[in-house]
């Protein structure tokens, strides 16, 4: 289970990389991100094949990102696919129908008040509010995770999420310092 904790890492971890890496100007950084989305297709694939709690919320989480038009690339359209056929081979276990709608929604919302946050930040003048950096954290999702831990004394959402985050958020540093080299 600690490994798949890690791998959760690694697929937020190349996400953010397949993300960012897309949207570099340089001739090499956009083919890499090809390899990021594919990693992170398969490997949220394989999770998503593991358990409830993994099918769960990683279904819910690509729901969110597919229904508020985040796949808007050839890279995360790759990523999406490789999702696909590797839950076509590793199988897909029985979900909390439930959880996933709630979870669904605090995801749209997570990437619907990102993107609101993300044009307004743009065409603000001076430092972000307080809500606009809220929005732009994607908490939701968070918040939910807790409130399922509180509610059923099942915190592996909160685990699960809290390493794709982290592997996401170490990954979007990781390409800012690599864009100014």
């Given at each position: ?27 090499l950084w956009p083919k890499l991100a ?148």
């Amino acid at each position: 289970m600690v490994f798949n904790f890690f791998l959760a890492f690694l697929t937020g971890f190349s996400a953010k990389a397949a993300d960012e890496l897309s949207e570099t100007k340089s001739k090499l950084w956009p083919k890499l991100a090809f390899i990021a989305a594919l990693a992170y297709g398969l490997l949220a694939g394989y999770l998503v094949s593991d358990s409830p709690e993994f099918s769960t919320l990683f279904l819910a989480v690509i729901c969110a990102v597919l229904l508020s038009g985040k796949i808007d690339n050839r890279q995360h359209q790759l990523g999406v696919s490789a999702f696909i056929l590797a839950v076509a081979f590793f199988g897909l276990p029985a979900i909390h129908p439930l959880l996933f709608a709630f979870l669904l929604v605090l995801g749209f919302l997570d990437e619907i008040l990102n993107n609101v946050s993300d044009k307004l930040e743009a065409s603000a003048k001076g430092p972000k509010s307080f809500a606009l950096k809220i929005f732009g954290l994607r908490i939701l999702m968070e918040l939910g995770c807790i409130a399922v831990g509180l509610a059923t004394a099942n915190w592996f959402y909160l685990i699960a999420i809290a390493m794709f985050d982290a592997g996401y958020i170490i990954s979007g540093k990781l390409c800012s310092i690599l864009a100014t080299q």
